[in-house]
């Protein structure tokens, strides 16, 4: 059910509906759901074993209409790999999330959380050993939090209480991929140009927040279809498999040709319409969001497709395959490093041809 | 912009035209047909423990049917911890994971009941205070064991 376009209380009529999913957005090199995470540097907390908020946000000059419900935003819960020292004792969590400032440094104190949920904890275990959990904290389709345009950016995150027995004994760190600079001898990770920025951030209890240089395996639930750009690099064994690197590499590809030459990729996931198709189609950065009423109610979201001026270009159609569809943009080598400096923005709409709605992607920005 | 929306247009076109011409069993995903609720029968699940949620106690049927779990196998059973209207467990099962079965209930060091699934997931519903509604609400949370144990941490601090 994409339920963006009519009140909650709507909904609440409607009772249990035959197909509800959620979709998790994270921006991680590979697809949690889908694919091992051969990238993962390690397990880590936002501030070593201290308290502190591990935060994810999504820069408004690479990503945008991320939950877009026709103008607001919707997140429907939050979706984050729970590495645990130590099954048998549980581990306790807040779930937040904050409003940022536009480079994504999320705002602290209380007057910048948006949403703060407490008490939560992970399943119980009889295993004193290592393991992972891959959490699904739902607020509920009829129950999403609801992000008005005036709020801005936002992040989310989640609060760890400190714990002086982790790394060596116990507690809660998260999956994350390290950046190329982030100097901890991480053989697998992201693998972005230089110059891009770090992408999380950690929110001490007690200190200023700072950005960390790795992705997490965290982000919100929301119904509408996820596209990430990748960045396809021949020479790098940073993913650990074959394949393009579907987090940081995607928004700052490497085409310098000095050596790097990557090539682009896109994919789009979507649970809701595992067989729905998809529209794709690129401009020449963001645009204005715009509304195409003319399919209204059957196309929700805005496009975010536009400047400089109406140039936008139309890539294709293609259909998904039990919800996901990756398709090579460019081959390695292919895009010229004259295109160094400038940006490329994509975004799709996905067809449900059960429900026959459309859905417009979040649209994303390859960075040059 | 007007080129970009011309090319939505013909293809929703397209594809509806597409859809037509492979006939109705084109049009149904697998594993979306409506899953029709059955009997609303509590589950009673083999091996729990003495909980809260397992009280058989008479109420009113609306208040009954509020604290009834709806499972994606289209059955119910009693939501745990207190939790009443929690959002149906298939909105947060995944679709990547197969449905399995309950077996049994066990309660966290910190006070906290799951369900555990024959597969090794566990689920469970919670009351939680939503800052933003100012106001308690049903959580449905779900925990799937990872397929791969976890890399090991870094060996120094991270910053």
Known sequence: ?368 | MRDFVLALGIALVAVLALVLLRGTDAAVVPGSEPSAPRTDSVLVPSQAQPAEAQVATPEPAARAAASLWLLPDGTRTAMLNGATDAPPLGEYWGTTVPWSPIVGIERNDQGVDWYRHQNGSYSTTQVVWRSDLQRHMAMTRVAHPAPAAAPAPAARPDR
Not at chain 1, 146 to 156: C, D, F, H
Not at chain 1, 171 to 188: I, M, P, Q, V
Request: hydrophobic fraction near 40%.
């Open chain 1, 1 to 368: 059910m994409r339920a963006p376009i009519l009140p909650a209380a709507f909904f609440a009529l409607l009772g249990p509906v035959a197909v509800a999913q959620v979709n998790p957005f994270v921006l991680y090199p590979q697809d949690p759901e889908r694919q091992g995470l051969t990238c993962t540097s390690f397990v880590g907390r936002p501030d070593w074993n201290r308290a502190a908020e591990a935060h994810v946000s999504f820069r408004s000059d690479v990503l945008r209409g991320i939950g877009d419900a026709n103008g607001t935003t919707r997140l429907f819960g939050v979706y984050h790999w729970l590495a645990d020292e130590k099954l048998s004792t549980s581990e306790t969590y807040s779930l937040v999330v904050r409003s940022t400032d536009a480079l994504g440094q999320p705002s602290t104190g209380q007057a910048g959380e948006l949403l703060r949920i407490n008490g939560l904890s992970s399943p119980p275990s009889t295993s004193t050993a290592r393991g992972t959990w891959i959490m699904y904290d739902g607020f509920g389709l009829q129950g999403g939090l609801w992000l008005l345009q005036g709020n801005g950016l936002w992040s989310v995150g989640v609060d760890l209480p400190a714990n002086p027995l982790w790394p060596a004994t116990d507690g809660h760190s998260l999956f994350r991929a390290d950046l190329l600079n982030a100097n901890t001898g991480a053989t697998y990770g992201e693998n972005h140009r230089a110059g891009a920025p770090n992408p999380t951030w950690a929110l001490p209890a007690t200190a200023a927040p700072f950005s960390t240089p790795w992705t997490y395996v965290l982000g919100p639930f929301v119904t509408t279809p996820n596209l990430h750009l990748g960045g396809i690099d021949p020479t790098s064994n940073r993913l650990g498999a074959p394949g393009a690197s579907f987090g940081m590499n995607g928004s700052y590809p490497d085409v310098g040709g000095t050596p790097r030459s990557d090539g682009l990729a896109v994919r789009v996931t979507d649970n809701l319409a595992p067989a729905g198709f998809v529209f794709l189609a690129w401009g020449g950065g963001f645009g204005t969001p715009y509304y195409d009423s003319q399919y209204a109610p059957n196309l929700i979201g805005f496009c975010h497709l536009g400047a400089p001026g109406p140039n936008i270009r139309t890539v294709g159609l293609f259909q998904l395959q039990n919800g996901v569809r990756e398709v090579t943009l460019r081959a390695p080598g292919s895009i010229p490093p004259a295109l160094v400096g400038s940006t490329i923005v994509f975004q799709g709409v996905v067809l449900d041809p059960v429900l026959w709605l459309g859905n417009w992607t979040n649209a994303q920005a390859a960075r040059f």
